[in-house]
C-alpha cells in the first residue's frame, strides 16, 4: 500500500474511533424536552433551551443537543417550575387530577392542615399523582388535648388509616369543641401535641382561627409563642374580614418572633387590600417575617355550617343571602334556604369581592399565588381547577395586569422559597436549573386558561401540555398518564 493511502486510512481509523468514543461517554438522559422557552425565575434565565433529566433531577439545560431515552418537542411552549399550591383542601387524587392539569406539582394543605398527619402521610404514600404535604391542624391538635372526646378521636384516627381523611369530616367532628375554652392543663397538652405531630412531618402549624373566633386572645397568643420559640412557620385564616384581625396577627407576630402566612389576603381584607398590604409592608420593614397570598376570584368558599355565619355575617362579610350560592345545585340562597342548609351543612360559594380588589393584589409582586382548592363537587369552587391557568390566562394574557414572569414566580419561586425554611425539599423546586427537582410545568402561553367555571363546575384547564413529577411523565399531550404515582411527601424540618 502506497505511503499516502496508509496515511489516509489511519487518519479515518483514528477518526471513526474517536467519534465512536464520543458518542459512548455521551450522557443518556431518561427524557430530553427539545427546544422550549425556558423560565427559571430565580437565575431569570429566559431563552430556549433543551433540558437533560436523569433520575427525578434536572441534569442539563443546553443550547446543545441531548440525547435521551424519551425526546419530547416543546418548541414553541413555556417551560416552567412545576406549580406550587400552598393552599389546597381535596386531599384526593380526585382533586389532584384537576390540579395537574392546572399545572401543580406540589399541592399542600397548610390553611387548616391535616388531623393525624403521621397516619395522613402513610396513608398517601405511593398514591399520590403529584408531591402533597399539610401543616399541623392547631383546631385538632386543641380538640385532641380534651379528654372528653376520647371516642370521637379514636373513630377519627381509623378513618385516617383507612384513608378516609377529608376537611368536612374534620369540620363535623371537632365542631362542638369551637366554643370549648382550655384549661391551663390543655393548654400545656394542646402544645405537646403540635409538637409530636410536627415530628410527624407536618409543615408548620395551620391556624385557622376564623373558624374558631371565640378562641380567647391568651390561647392564641401562647401558640404564637410557640412558634416563635421554635421559629415554626404559622399559616393563619384572620378572625375577622377586617383590619383588626389584620393588628392583631400582626402584633403577635411582632410580639413573640413567629413566622407568619396570612392567607388569601383577597377575603380577608376585602375592600381594604390595600390597606392590608401596605401594614405588611411596614411589618416587613421592620423585621417581622411575614407574607400572603391570593386566589384570582372574585368568590370564596367554605361549610356553611362553619362559625364564619353565626349571627352578624351580614355586616361582617357586607352581603346578602342572595350572595350566597349552593354548591351542590348552583341556587342563590334565600332566608329560608340558608336556615335549612345550615342545618344539614355543605359547602357555599361566596360572592363578595371586586374585580378592582384582586387586580391590586395581582399587581404586588411579593402577593403568592394559591387556590384555596375545595374538595371534589360537581359544581365546586371553579379555583379547585382553574386558579393557575386563569392567572397566566386572564392576568397576564388577556388583562396583562403582570407580565408572564412576575405571574411564574408568583407561582413557584416564591412559595419555594417561603416554605424552605420550614420544608427543606422546598430548596429542590420552584427553580429551573441543574440539581433541581425535575417539577416542570410546559404549557402554551397563547392558549392557556381556565375551563371550570360558577355555572357548569369543574372543567380541566387548557395549555398545560407536559407536567413532569420527580422526574415522571404525569400529563403527556394535556392527558393524563395513567398508572404512575411519582408524588412524594413534603415534610417539614422535625421530622425523626
Known amino acids: 500500500m502506497k505511503p499516502f493511502l496508509l496515511k489516509v486510512l489511519l487518519s479515518a481509523l483514528i477518526f471513526f474511533s474517536c ?26 434565565l429566559d431563552a430556549v433551551r433543551n433540558i437533560g433529566i436523569l433520575n427525578g433531577r434536572i441534569a442539563s439545560i443546553s443550547t446543545n443537543t441531548l440525547v435521551g431515552k424519551e ?26 387530577e384537576f390540579q395537574l392539569h392546572d399545572g401543580l406539582t406540589t399541592t399542600l394543605e397548610l390553611e387548616w392542615g391535616v388531623e393525624n398527619i403521621e397516619q395522613w402521610y402513610g396513608s398517601r404514600k405511593s398514591k399520590a399523582l403529584i408531591n402533597f404535604g399539610a401543616s399541623v391542624c392547631w383546631p385538632f391538635e386543641r380538640f385532641k388535648a380534651m379528654e372528653k372526646y376520647k371516642e370521637a378521636k379514636q373513630l377519627m384516627m381509623e378513618n385516617t388509616i383507612k384513608g378516609n381523611s377529608s376537611l368536612e369530616n374534620l369540620f363535623n367532628a371537632i365542631g362542638g369543641s369551637y366554643k370549648d375554652k382550655l ?12 409538637n409530636k405531630s410536627l415530628a410527624e412531618g407536618g409543615i408548620g402549624i395551620g391556624i385557622p382561627i376564623g373558624y374558631l373566633p371565640k378562641t380567647n386572645p391568651e390561647e392564641l397568643y401562647e401558640v404564637y409563642k410557640f412558634a416563635g420559640k421554635k421559629q415554626v412557620l404559622l399559616f393563619s385564616h384572620l378572625r375577622e374580614p377586617n383590619m383588626l384581625s389584620f393588628q392583631e396577627a400582626i402584633a403577635n407576630a411582632t410580639l413573640t418572633g413567629a413566622p407568619l402566612h396570612i392567607v388569601h389576603i383577597n377575603s380577608m381584607a376585602l375592600g381594604h387590600i390595600q390597606m392590608a398590604l401596605d401594614m405588611i409592608e411596614a411589618a416587613k420593614k421592620r423585621g417581622v417575617n411575614i407574607s400572603t397570598e391570593m386566589y384570582p376570584y372574585t368568590a370564596g368558599s367554605t361549610l356553611i355550617q362553619s362559625a364564619i355565619f353565626n349571627e352578624g355575617w351580614q355586616e ?43 387586580k391590586i393584589g395581582m399587581e404586588n409582586p411579593t402577593v403568592m399565588i394559591a387556590s384555596d382548592g375545595m374538595p371534589y363537587s360537581a359544581l365546586a369552587h371553579p379555583r379547585t381547577a382553574g386558579t393557575f391557568s386563569r392567572v397566566l390566562g386572564k392576568y397576564v394574557r388577556e388583562d396583562k395586569v403582570i407580565d408572564l414572569n412576575t405571574a411564574i414566580a408568583k407561582m413557584t419561586l416564591l412559595p419555594a422559597k417561603r416554605l424552605e425554611s420550614i420544608a427543606p425539599s422546598m430548596r429542590q423546586k420552584g427553580r429551573i436549573q441543574v440539581g433541581a427537582d425535575a417539577d416542570i410545568t410546559i404549557f402554551n402561553a397563547a392558549k392557556i386558561i381556565d ?38 411527601a413534603i415534610v417539614g424540618k422535625f421530622k425523626k
Open 71 to 96: 425526546l419530547i418537542d416543546v418548541k414553541g411552549l413555556v417551560v416552567a417550575p412545576g406549580f406550587i399550591d400552598m393552599h389546597i383542601h381535596g386531599r384526593t387524587n380526585q382533586e389532584q
Open 451 to 488: 375551563k371550570a367555571s360558577f355555572e357548569k363546575g369543574l372543567a380541566f384547564s387548557e395549555g398545560v401540555e407536559f407536567v413532569i413529577v420527580n422526574g415522571t411523565l404525569v400529563l403527556k399531550n394535556g392527558k393524563t398518564v395513567t398508572g404512575v404515582f411519582p408524588g412524594k
Open 183 to 194: 384549661t391551663k392543663e390543655e393548654s400545656n397538652k394542646m402544645l405537646m401535641n403540635i
Open 316 to 358: 361582617r362579610l357586607d352581603m346578602s343571602y342572595n350572595d350566597l350560592q349552593w354548591v351542590l345545585t348552583g341556587e342563590r340562597l334565600t332566608k329560608e334556604t340558608f336556615d335549612k342548609y345550615r342545618q344539614t351543612g355543605g359547602a357555599v360559594i361566596i360572592h363578595n369581592m371586586q374585580p378592582e380588589w384582586l
Open 19 to 44: 467519534y465512536k468514543l464520543e458518542a459512548q461517554s455521551k450522557k443518556v438522559f431518561d427524557i430530553v424536552l427539545v427546544g422550549g422557552r425556558v423560565i427559571d425565575p430565580e437565575t431569570k
